[in-house]
């Protein structure tokens, strides 16, 4: 069993749901994000999401595109990244997932980056501007690791594609809460709901709920129809706000455990 299916199953075992942090790899240095997913695992994450930096983050709200500024002015790229997993990994088992655009990949090489990654103790990837109809070399690249290839699914999203996306995603599907870029908002959205109903019709994989989930009153209320509530932006603002502050990562990994329902 992978790691990320053992982690859903054992949370499903438990009667709970899951929390799963974003952060920006990098910011504001490879130090920090090292620190911050050892924290991050502590204060209870089931799953960390790592974004890979990107000089041109679309889908991301200004929160999320000033951290990967600030990170890639580190000059760091997927080999530094996958060195910080390494490190890391001695401390930590926590699944960690890529959130990465496709051209960093790319640049780096599908099959060299499944090769690493995999070698280094990355469970998942998730590239955001990479349609599952254009994907087929970088799952496969992946599946040969034993990596788990997780697709974004959004509202919009046709019930044909959606049983598409079913039909080859592993480890858990994303589900985008609303249209429009990451960000928080102060009321939870019900097409994220309905979404969920929707691609649970056509799959057994757990569904994770994201952009815009911000407070633990909102996790609650994502767990009560999904399967994990991702929180990003909110996070990196955290992160953004204790810059320069010697605290930063007991700060943050007390705001991550300000978010924690059930334990």
Do not use: C, W
Request: zero cysteines.
């Amino acid at each position: 069993m992978r790691r990320i299916e053992a982690t859903f199953a054992a949370l499903k075992k438990e009667g709970r749901g899951g929390l799963i942090p974003f952060i920006t790899a990098g910011d504001p240095n490879l130090d920090v994000t090292h620190d911050l997913i050892i924290e991050l695992a502590r204060s209870g994450a089931s799953i960390i999401e790592l974004g890979v930096p990107f000089s041109d983050p679309m889908a991301d709200g200004p929160v999320i595109q000033r951290s990967s500024e600030r990170a890639l002015r580190n000059h760091l790229g997927i080999e530094e990244i996958l060195q910080i997993v390494s490190k890391a990994r001695e401390q930590t088992d926590v699944p960690i997932v890529l959130f990465s655009y496709y051209n960093p990949l790319l640049q780096f090489g599908l099959e060299r980056l499944a090769n690493e990654a995999g070698r280094v103790g990355v469970n998942g990837v998730l590239v955001t501007d990479l349609a599952p109809e254009e994907a087929e070399n970088l799952r496969n690249a992946l599946s040969l690791q034993q990596l788990d290839m997780i697709y974004l699914v959004a509202p919009t999203s046709t019930d044909d594609r959606l049983q598409m996306i079913a039909g080859r995603a592993t480890g858990f599907i994303y589900a985008v809460s609303r249209t429009g870029v990451t960000g928080t908002r102060k009321e939870s959205s019900e097409a994220a709901a309905t979404l969920v109903a929707r691609v649970r019709a056509v799959t057994d994989l757990p569904v994770a709920v994201g952009f815009g989930i911000s407070n633990r009153t909102q996790v609650e209320e994502v767990l009560r129809y999904a399967d994990a509530a991702v929180v990003g932006s909110a996070i990196v603002s955290e992160i953004e706000k204790q810059s320069g502050n010697g605290d930063l990562v007991k700060h943050v990994g007390g705001f991550v455990r300000s978010l924690m329902v059930g334990n």
